[in-house]
């Protein structure tokens, strides 16, 4: 079999607050690299402290990719991403960079290394449909029908998630196969990916770690502003004026969806901060989940297998 001869690129995943972009950061400063985000809620401009996007002062370290691509009203699909990041790792790739794909968001990695499934379209006929369900009995028990069609989606889908659950009733009713069926059938991407990859993944092997590192994460987020960033994007006429703004994509983000309904009133702040934090806690759970499933991935506690995790990386840039 011949030799791979493709450049390289290192794929960096792990749970928030795990210390991904201070790796990245580091990695790219030392191998000459350039970092493409791979996180789904920092294409979202203005979301900022709360999704711990790096600062003007990180961003000016190195070349980063794919923040702040979309306002917050507007959306971003998987299949945006993977079209756009291709595009990213290649200018990279022609100006002799080393490709750091960074971040959390399995979705986005699967799409641009992986491929897609080719699964029906959006319908707005069947959307229209499901949301005028919604309104009458409620996204719980639209929840609770995808649980009797597909229960391993509904599993992974949270009862509150009504974008996913739309959309998962969507390609049912469309196709009559359920969303987990085509996610099987993986399509191959159009063309093979540019680099041989390093897939790394870094998370504490002690899960109460994670949990403080996530709670002292958002204390810090709260005195950084976080409650200001979000009066500011609820400013935003677009935001203000949408009619179900939690229903945004980037209002999902965690920490945005709680600090939105305190600021409406509806959470005290002491019941804000708890279910932001669950929130988070949840969705690192989401992310290690993920991360079991992954082949050919190496996991390392960033702290207690540090020279580990180096010597890894350093091997496989030597290679080169």
């Known amino acids: 079999m011949p030799a791979d001869r493709r450049p390289l690129a290192i794929a960096l995943m792990g749970p928030t607050a795990s210390g991904k972009t201070a790796l990245a950061l580091d990695w790219a400063e030392r191998f000459g690299g350039e970092i493409v985000s791979v ?8 979301l900022d402290i709360g999704a711990a996007k790096p600062t003007a002062e990180e961003q000016a370290r190195a070349r980063h990719h794919l923040i702040d691509v979309r306002d917050p009203w507007q959306t971003y699909s998987a299949a945006d991403f993977a079209r756009d990041a291709r595009v990213a790792v290649e200018g990279i790739l022609s100006r002799g960079g080393l490709p750091i794909l960074a971040g959390g968001t399995g979705l986005y990695f699967r799409a641009l290394l992986q491929g897609l499934s080719p699964m029906p379209e959006a319908d707005p006929g069947v959307r229209a449909q499901l949301e005028a369900e919604a309104a009458e009995r ?3 028990a639209l929840h609770a029908e995808l649980g009797r069609i597909d229960p391993v989606a509904a599993a992974r889908i949270h009862a509150t998630d009504p974008q996913r659950i739309q959309r998962a009733l969507e390609v049912h009713r469309l196709s009559g196969r359920t969303l987990t069926d085509w996610q099987r059938d993986v399509r191959p991407a159009a063309e093979r990916f540019p680099c041989r990859v390093l897939k790394i993944a870094v998370a504490p092997m002690d899960r109460a770690v994670l949990h403080a590192r996530i709670e002292r994460r958002f204390e810090a987020m709260l005195r950084a502003g976080f409650l200001d960033e979000m009066r500011g ?9 949408h009619p179900v703004p939690l229903d945004l994509p980037a209002m999902r983000a965690v920490g945005y969806r ?3 309904e305190h600021l409406d009133g509806a959470l005290s702040t002491a019941e ?5 934090i669950f929130a988070t806690r949840q969705l690192a759970k989401r992310q290690l989940t993920w991360l079991r499933g992954e082949l050919d991935l190496r996991s390392f506690d960033p702290e ?3 020279d580990s995790l180096r010597d890894a990386v350093h091997a496989f840039i030597g290679r080169g």
């Open 39 to 46: 996180d789904s809620a920092l294409v979202y401009r203005g």
């Open 272 to 276: 804000f901060r708890d279910r932001a």
């Open 138 to 140: 409620g996204w719980g």
């Open 258 to 260: 709680q600090a939105w």
């Open 233 to 241: 994007l609820r400013a935003l006429a677009p935001l203000r004026d």
């Open 304 to 306: 207690r297998q540090a």
